[in-house]
């Protein structure tokens, strides 16, 4: 069975709500605005393991909680947003949900980013195929694993 791929699919639907606006958009996308994002991550081997598995689901819980502590209630903020420190301040002044600042923000950015994180914590034979994040059923953005 050479020429067959597996792969095992994860969604978190609306598994984190977030703030977050687009400074360099020439539209309303650079108000500060939020979506409940739903991520899924794609997983692939040529090989499944003793169980009959590419990805062991239940081993995704640290993702998880890693995905909520980044972008979960959180107002997200690009680093070289202009308004940064104006937006880091809003921590301390009116108590809003955390500020975390992201290389970038947008959906191609946060899977890049999602990307980068998980990809060394899954184990071979698996390999992290795709990272999708969905603001909501009409836009999303992947990226892929050549």
């Known amino acids: 069975m050479d020429d067959v791929v597996f792969q095992a699919i994860k969604t978190w639907e609306h598994v984190t709500s977030c703030c977050f606006r687009q400074w360099r958009a020439d539209s309303h996308c650079n108000q500060l605005h939020g979506y409940g994002l739903t991520i899924t991550l794609t997983f692939e081997s040529t090989v499944l ?21 980044c972008f979960d209630h959180n107002l997200l903020v690009a680093a070289d947003d202009p308004a940064k420190d ?4 809003l921590d301390l002044l009116y108590h809003c949900a ?8 947008g959906c191609e950015s946060f899977a890049l980013y999602i990307y980068e994180h998980v990809r060394d914590l899954v184990q071979p034979p698996a390999f992290l195929r795709s ?9 999303a953005a992947r990226v892929i694993r050549r």
């Open 49 to 69: 393991d003793h169980r009959g598995w590419v990805q062991d689901f239940g081993g995704l819980k640290p993702i998880k909680q890693w995905l909520e502590s």
């Open 86 to 89: 104006a937006i880091l301040k």
């Open 98 to 105: 955390k500020v975390v600042v992201l290389p970038a923000i």
């Open 131 to 139: 990272v999708e994040v969905r603001e909501h059923d009409g836009n």
